[in-house]
């Protein structure tokens, strides 16, 4: 199973970008899809998270990023989304995308959860 991610680049302030991240291959129930962020010289960090069970796009968001962010899902195409809209400078950093098929919470923020990780896209957002 491999994970590939897309739509990072480099955006003005104020401006959006849409992320994607998709699983090819053979994989069993995906219970979370997350998405986190790295920044040079800073541990990861969790954005944001959708339940890959629930039928709904009910995500769960990091303070910073809430009410600019939107996580969605097609579980048709095992594809989670990362809309973002308003960006800040300090939103730039590489973008990692991660699927659980681990038991337990599907909305959890921990990237220990996570079993496969996308190789991440490098999101800019500089004037």
């Known amino acids: 199973v491999q994970l590939q991610a897309s739509g990072g680049g480099l955006v003005q302030p104020g401006g959006s970008l849409r992320l994607s991240c998709a699983a090819s291959?053979?994989?069993?129930?995906?219970?979370?899809m997350g998405w986190f962020r790295q920044a040079p010289g800073k541990e990861r960090e969790f954005v944001a998270v959708?339940?890959?069970?629930?039928?709904?796009?009910?995500?769960y968001y990091a303070d910073s990023v809430k009410g600019r962010f939107t996580i969605s899902k097609n579980n048709a195409v095992n594809t989670v989304y990362l809309q973002m809209n308003s960006l800040k400078p300090e939103d730039t950093a590489v973008y990692y995308c991660?699927?659980?098929?681990?038991?337990?919470?599907?909305?959890?923020?921990?990237?220990?959860?996570?079993?496969?990780w996308g190789p991440g896209t490098q999101v800019t957002v500089s004037s």
């Open positions: 991660g699927f659980s098929t681990k038991g337990g919470n599907y909305y959890s923020r921990s990237p220990t959860y996570y079993d496969y």
């Open positions: 291959g053979s994989i069993s129930s995906i219970n979370g």
């Open positions: 959708i339940s890959g069970r629930s039928a709904y796009n009910v995500g």
